[in-house]
């Protein structure tokens, strides 16, 4: 029988928690309150209290979270925010949905996350805010940025939609700038069983503001103070993310160890591994390598019944939606990464014989 290895193994995560996840659905059912009731504040509570900041606000999804953190802090139509190419669609849309402008700084060749080296080139008059990406469960270098946020007056917005628990000179990321966002789709380290997503923040001020943002722009029922939209997180989905935060550590360290195990049976393959910087505890959403033939590779795999995919092909600044507000933008770095990185299956079911098989397929392909 041919062998078949799974991307993900979200059926493996719910057999082992399914006791804990009816119990908490049935509570919920047995409540009979659906939206922003019980469940939604103690898991908003917990999140932000896992991250290390005062306030969480649950939302829709992560994409929602971005895009309102930024309305929040006033970023508008002919504002300027600092992000990168190398990311999920959303960062750039939460820029662009506001009216504001995406300016896309290269990224590092071997975290993939923001190149600070080239950023204060890139601050005019109309920057308003740095959003760095902790992309594939690896923290960009906070300190420099908040550093030179500091200088300009910039806002600092982190996009941890892939970081759930990852660290940054042992500080939970999501908790450093002025708010970090957060994704619960399905097959995050953290997911929910449909979208989900929370802001974490210490500002009072920016906690308000945005539980008014998610549901209406009420303070109180059918009281509207600002333009807002329905983004609230559900009760149930709220019940089972509180269940799964439990468990997130361990799931993190499994990751961590099928990602020591990637590492020690790839050092004399033809694939380029993932780093993890001093300063960082990768939680690895994703286990990310290179390779000159990446496109052969890929097939090659998916041939020999293993799942990969590529995270992500086609730069934002590349996209057919971004010509127009791009500039022109020189990501080489950028460019030459989205050819050649291939992300390998990645969960914390993954068994040792399992990445052993993708080890001797990856050194046979070459």
Request: proline share 4%; aromatic share 8%; charged share 25%.
């Amino acid at each position: 029988m041919a062998i078949v290895i799974n991307f993900v193994d979200l059926k493996g995560e719910y057999a082992g928690i399914s006791g804990e996840i009816t119990q908490a659905i049935q509570r919920v059912l047995k409540r009979g309150w659906f939206i922003l009731g019980e469940e939604v504040e103690r898991f908003e509570e917990e999140f932000s209290g896992y991250i290390g900041s005062k306030y969480g606000i649950g939302m829709n999804s992560g994409s929602d979270a971005l895009f309102l953190v930024l309305k929040a802090l006033g970023i508008g139509e002919g504002d300027e925010v600092i992000t990168v190419s190398h990311t999920f669609i959303s960062t750039a849309d939460a820029i662009v949905r506001n009216g504001a402008k995406p300016v896309f700084v290269d990224i590092e060749p071997d975290t993939y996350c923001m190149d600070v080296s080239g950023m204060e080139a890139r601050i005019t008059d109309k920057t308003r805010a740095i959003l760095p990406v902790h992309l594939y469960g690896h923290p960009a270098d906070m300190e420099p940025i908040i550093e030179l946020a500091g200088r300009y007056g910039l806002r600092v917005v982190e996009d941890a939609c892939q970081a759930h628990g990852a660290e940054y000179k042992g500080r939970k990321v999501g908790s450093m700038g002025d708010a970090g966002c957060f994704s619960f789709y399905p097959i995050k380290n953290l997911g929910a069983y449909g979208d989900g997503g929370i802001v974490v923040t210490d500002s009072e001020e920016l906690t308000a503001k945005l539980k008014m943002l998610r549901n209406y722009g009420q303070p109180v029922k059918y009281l509207h103070d600002f333009v807002g939209i329905n983004s609230r997180l559900d009760e149930i989905q709220a019940a089972i993310l509180r269940v799964k935060l439990k468990h997130l550590d361990e799931w993190n360290e499994r990751r961590r160890g099928v990602a020591r195990l990637y590492d020690e049976l790839s050092r004399n393959s033809p694939v380029t591994t993932p780093v993890e910087r001093k300063y960082a505890k990768h939680v690895y959403h994703l286990y990310v390598v290179r390779h000159q033939n990446r496109d052969s590779l890929h097939q090659d795999l998916l041939g020999n019944g293993i799942q990969t995919q590529i995270h992500y092909p086609i730069p934002v600044h590349k996209q057919k939606a971004y010509l127009g507000l791009a500039g022109g933008v020189d990501l080489p770095v950028t460019e030459k990464v989205c050819g050649e990185i291939l992300s390998l299956p990645m969960h914390p079911y993954l068994r040792e014989d399992e990445v052993m098989a993708i080890a001797e397929c990856i050194g046979r392909i070459g």
